[in-house]
């Protein structure tokens, strides 16, 4: 059984979550986040990959 993929153009991802495009470009070519070319020009990604990349910055009162 696959699981559905959350799909998106680098422009949606980009407005789906606060950063650049050109940030999402680095993830995918740093290895963060897997790119899928489909056809000769659209690039997406998994939304729920990006989501997954997204660290939580500790705070003092954290510990």
């Not at 991802?13 to 993830?27: G, H, K, L, N, Q």
């Not at 020009?41 to 705070?59: G, Q, S």
């Given at each position: ?21 050109d ?16 056809g ?24």
């Amino acid at each position: 059984m696959s699981r559905t993929r959350n799909y998106a153009t680098i422009a949606q991802a980009a407005a789906e979550y606060p950063v650049s495009r050109d940030t999402i470009r680095r993830r995918i070519a740093d290895g963060t986040i897997t790119g899928y070319r489909f056809g000769p020009r659209k690039l997406l990604v998994d939304l729920d990959e990006l989501e997954a990349a997204l660290r939580p910055v500790p705070t003092r009162a954290a510990g």
